[in-house]
């Protein structure tokens, strides 16, 4: 971990773009209480498959040697009439891709689809069981879809990984054993149960938020199988303290927003991780009008730094070598302080 904190700060002089998100829609048939974009009947300017070409034709151009991932999501981006167009496209230029879904478009056909295109990774929610999930996703019959693409999926075979994600919170916390049980019957890559987060529509349900009993119990759980060999594995939110870091994941915690990520939102605009507030400072521009490799290059300075750096209290911290301030996708930018803390005790 000295070692990672000596590379995070190299990194932000010679960052490496591994990722680049394409948010193509914020339309979604789905309206999730915890979603991070507040996704639902959204109309967002979305852009054209040819404004996706001409972007993926410059980091293609400007980043021979080391493309990145695309990681195409939304909204759910197979809305889109042109999804297996963009999807072939990106196939076709030579880029790895991968996807999340909320998995209720995915049949036989387009699982085919999926595949014949070069998705190599997909991840699905399932945020609890039957009636949880469609409850606080408030969308009748959702769970039943989720799980017959998830079924096609598998079914057709020949991706690099199926993962399903689960958002857990105070409505579905006492189902985590149960959907164990659910994940461990169908043949899926990995299960990935992570925190619900104060962001985004979440923030209207302050109730349901996880306090730190249940952020506790969530690392305890994923903890408990993985000692079993099961691969369940928390996410790459945050910091977790000496206690849960590299027990509960394969890594250990490095905010990957703005030095392996960026983003283009479905209007265009510039970004890091999509999780994060949009607000002027944290929008680096928009590719209708700038050069992206150069926004790149020359523009994510806010995220080349810690964001311990702008809190007192984060830059006297014990854990800050490691932490740094943790994510950004957290970061409440109004008060400069972390809104999650998994503070070594």
Not at 14 to 26: A, I, Q, S
Not at 27 to 53: A, K, M, P, T, W
Not at 237 to 248: C, D, K, T, W
Not at 255 to 275: F, H, P, Q
Request: proline share 4%; hydrophobic share 35%; charged share 30%.
């Amino acid at each position: 971990m000295h070692a990672l904190a000596k590379y995070r700060e190299a990194l932000y002089k010679k960052p490496e773009l591994r990722e680049l998100f394409l948010e193509l829609t914020l339309n979604c048939n789905e309206h999730c209480f915890h979603c991070g974009s507040r996704c639902g009947d959204v109309r967002s300017g979305e852009l054209s498959i040819e404004q996706y070409r001409e972007l993926l034709e410059e980091v293609r151009r400007n980043f021979p040697d080391s493309l990145p991932r695309i990681c195409i999501t939304g909204g759910e981006p197979m809305l889109r009439r042109d999804f297996e167009a963009i999807a072939g496209m990106i196939h076709e230029m030579g880029f790895r891709w991968g996807m999340t879904s909320n998995g209720t478009l995915i049949d036989e056909k387009a699982a085919h689809m999926l595949r014949e295109t070069g998705m190599g990774t997909i991840s699905i929610s399932i945020d609890g069981l039957r009636e949880t999930h469609d409850r606080y996703r408030r969308s009748p019959g959702a769970y039943d879809r989720a799980m017959r693409g998830i079924g096609a999926l598998i079914r057709e075979g020949g991706f690099h990984a199926i993962q399903v994600t689960t958002v857990i919170h105070k409505g579905n916390i006492d189902e985590l054993d149960e959907m164990f049980e659910v994940m461990d019957g169908i043949d899926i890559d990995s299960w990935r149960v992570i925190g619900m987060e104060p962001i985004g529509r979440a923030r209207d349900f302050p109730d349901l938020l996880p306090d730190a009993s249940d952020q506790r119990r969530i690392l305890a759980f994923i903890r408990s199988k993985r000692a079993l060999g099961y691969p369940v594995t928390y996410g790459c939110s945050h910091y977790l303290g000496i206690e849960y870091e590299r027990e509960v994941r394969d890594w250990y915690f490095l905010c990957n927003a703005g030095v392996y990520v960026a983003s283009v939102m479905a209007n265009g605009d510039i970004g890091a991780c999509l999780d994060i507030e949009r607000r002027p400072e944290t929008i680096m521009g928009n590719i209708r009008t700038d050069s992206f490799t150069d926004v790149w290059r020359n523009r994510f300075e806010i995220f080349r730094s810690e964001p311990a750096e702008r809190n007192a209290g984060c830059r006297a911290c014990e854990s800050r070598e490691f932490c740094a301030g943790d994510s950004w996708h957290s970061w409440d930018f109004d008060r400069n302080a972390p809104m999650i803390c998994f503070k070594t005790p």
